[in-house]
Every structure is written in C-alpha cells, then in structure tokens.
C-alpha cells in the first residue's frame, strides 16, 4: 500500500488526476453485466484489490507470485488521511445518511485535527441539492474527493458528475464513511486477516437479501472466474 501512496501524493504535486477504485468479487460480478461500470473500471488509473477472491483468480491463473496485495477501501482510508493530514491536502466526502457525516465531521476532527476537510455531504438528496452539491465540489476542487454510496451508485456518480480532467484523487469507496462515523464495526483482526469480512457482516445484520447476496458470491463468481481461465471470457 505504500507504494501507492506514494504515487498518489506525486500524483497531487504534480496535479495529475487520479481515478482509483476498490474491486471485490461482488463488484465484479456487477461489472460483468454492467457495461458502463465495466468501462469506468477500465478507465481507472488504478484498481485495487479488496476482496479475497480477486487474489484468489491470481493464484489460480500465475500461482502464489504474491504479484498483487490486498488493500481494504477501510485501510486506506486512515493512509491517504494521514498522508493529507501530514502534507496540508484538502478532502471532501460524499456519502452516507445525514447523521453518518454528522459524526464523519465530529470524528475526523479530533483524530486528524490537521487535515483541511472543505465539505461532508450525505448521500441521500433530490436533484436540486445534488446540482448545489455537484457545484461545490467542482468550486472547491478538492485534492482528494472520496464519494462513497456503494457500488454501483458511487462510480455512476463520479462518471456523470466530474469531468474527465478532473484534477484531484478520487476514489469510490462505499462503506468507509460508516466505519469512520463508528457506527459501524470493522470485523475482527483474524477474520480480516483470512478474507472472512463477509461472514462477521452476515452475522452483524442478517437478512435473506444479503444471504443471496453471499450465495451468488461464493457459487457464481468461482463458476465466472473458472470459465474465464479456461475460455478467457466470462461473459
């Protein structure tokens, strides 16, 4: 990871737009039937892995190369904040319910009382207050925009919103406003550490919508990735 942040912060001295997203196995499956997020992934300058399975189709196609590292949309959130922190970046964020970036605003202020952050805006709006939104970024111009309404709303957000030069390092980076807010807990270490982030969710908020959810996930995706390896289409 930390070679990227050192490629984002080059990135920002040099004002070189960056356009980076997270991708797990569910994002994927939606990007195999989603032709305009599966464009915008492509256009991205840097697609991180987060998620277990997506290294699980590198082992599976180059062997255990340790070629590509896992990087958590939650871990990386608190690196690039530490790094604006350090280096007087500003940010904006974008996302959640009214009271989530109310405690967003109240949290990133005692534990990074450095960083410049120009605005916190909830996700929930109608067309009138996103147009006013849409205009204050834009005025504003952040060096980091971290938009954050779960895939794939975030990416059709930042693809219908900015423009294609956009300066500054943005990023989709779903629940990372809900983390920050402490509302919601992060799964313990151990979990975290073999990839079993899913089951600790599961369990934290059962319904039947997310048990399908995990379902298409463990049989659907394995089946994709298998006839992309052997066909090299999944489609």
């Not at 030069?165 to 809900?178: E, I, K, P, Q």
Request: proline content about 3%; charged content about 25%.
């Amino acid at each position: 990871m930390s070679k990227l942040i050192v490629r984002i912060e080059e990135a920002i001295d040099n004002q070189r737009g960056v356009r980076l997203a997270f991708s797990n196995p569910e994002f994927l499956l939606e990007a195999n039937v989603n032709e305009a997020l599966r464009e915008y992934l492509n256009a991205c300058t840097y697609n991180v892995p987060d998620g277990i399975g997506v290294l699980w189709v590198e082992w599976l196609k180059y062997g255990f190369s340790g070629r590509l590292k896992r990087v958590t949309g939650t871990d990386f959130t608190h690196c690039i904040l530490d790094l604006a922190s350090r280096r007087g970046f500003s940010v904006f964020f974008l996302g959640g319910t009214a009271e989530v970036a109310n405690d967003v605003s109240v949290k990133l202020e005692a534990a990074y009382p450095m960083l410049e952050v120009l605005g916190v805006e909830h996700g929930y709006y109608d067309a009138a207050e996103e147009a006013r939104i849409v205009e204050r970024i834009l005025n504003c111009k952040p060096d980091i925009l971290m938009v954050c309404k779960g895939n794939p709303m975030q990416e059709q957000w930042i693809a219908n919103n900015l423009p294609s030069d956009w300066g500054g390092v943005v990023l989709g980076n779903g629940g990372a406003m809900d983390f920050l807010s402490g509302r919601v807990a992060r799964a313990p270490h151990m979990l975290r550490k073999f990839g079993l982030e899913w089951l600790f969710r599961l369990s934290q908020d059962f319904s039947r919508k997310r048990l399908r959810r995990q379902l298409r996930l463990l049989f659907v995706f394995p089946y994709l990735v298998m006839k992309f390896l052997v066909g090299g289409n999944a489609g």
